[in-house]
């Protein structure tokens, strides 16, 4: 496609629940990452792909995060017992390698916990 | 590790006024530096990005940015706003972090409010 598309861009679920947020970089994009931006903050970092490897998780908060990238595409990130402190807007941006490239952004999936 | 510190959460301007928003960052190595803007219910889009090549870094919209290295600043400008320019505005910095990998580390944004 175009450009980085997520899905869904809204998605409910009530507490404790688990969700997937899917995420389908720009063609050719080795490199990838997800965001959280909650509301009046910049966005969070969370996790980084450099092809189908994590190579940065640091940002990952807690063991309920989980992400994937099995063949160096498509993105889905996992949140397991969801909480109410998860809702937020999730960011997914692609790249090419390189130190000075420009990250290319979705337009986000807004999870709202209930 | 670098931050980013945007200072003031809200700028208002008028119509046709100048647009200064304000961005420093901490980095133990010159780092990489962009401007981004997002528009309601829209993602990022890049304004402009430092490269290296010069100090003063020309963007879309009329936007610029001057890298200033002694202040460690990175601003934006721009001389005459425009309603359409009314959006959230994020500094962000990249540098090589703990992992080996540059991943860019946002400001926690600038809400540019426009008045008629």
């Known amino acids: 496609g175009a450009g980085v598309s997520q899905t869904p861009s809204n998605k409910v679920t009530e507490k404790g629940k688990y969700v997937e947020l899917r995420c389908d970089p720009i063609s050719g994009h080795t490199a990838l990452y997800w965001y959280r931006q909650s509301l009046g903050q910049g966005p969070e970092f969370l996790i980084y792909?450099?092809?189908?490897?994590?190579?940065?998780d640091s940002g990952l908060p807690n063991d309920r995060f989980f992400a994937v990238r099995p063949e160096g595409s498509v993105s889905t990130l996992k949140i397991q017992r969801t909480e109410r402190g998860d809702s937020a807007v999730y960011l997914c941006?692609?790249?090419?390698?390189?130190?000075?490239?420009?990250?290319?952004f979705g337009q986000g999936t807004r999870l709202t916990v209930v | 590790a670098q931050s980013v510190t945007q200072l003031g959460s809200h700028v208002s301007v008028s119509e046709g006024a100048l647009v200064l928003l304000r961005c420093n960052y901490s980095?133990?190595?010159?780092?990489?530096l962009f401007w981004y803007v997002q528009y309601p219910n829209q993602g990022l889009q890049l304004l402009l990005k430092y490269t290296s090549a010069a100090t003063l870094v020309k963007g879309i919209n009329g936007f610029e940015a001057e890298f200033k290295k002694s202040e460690t600043s990175f601003h934006l400008t721009k001389p005459s706003a425009h309603m359409s320019d009314a959006a959230e505005y994020f500094c962000?910095?990249?540098?090589?972090?703990?992992?080996?990998?540059?991943?860019?580390?946002f400001g926690r944004g600038t809400s540019l409010i426009v008045h008629p």
């Open positions: 941006a692609s790249s090419q390698t390189g130190e000075n490239t420009e990250a290319f």
């Open positions: 962000a910095v990249s540098d090589k972090g703990t992992g080996g990998s540059y991943i860019p580390t």
């Open positions: 980095s133990s190595v010159p780092p990489y």
């Open positions: 792909f450099q092809g189908t490897g994590a190579a940065d």
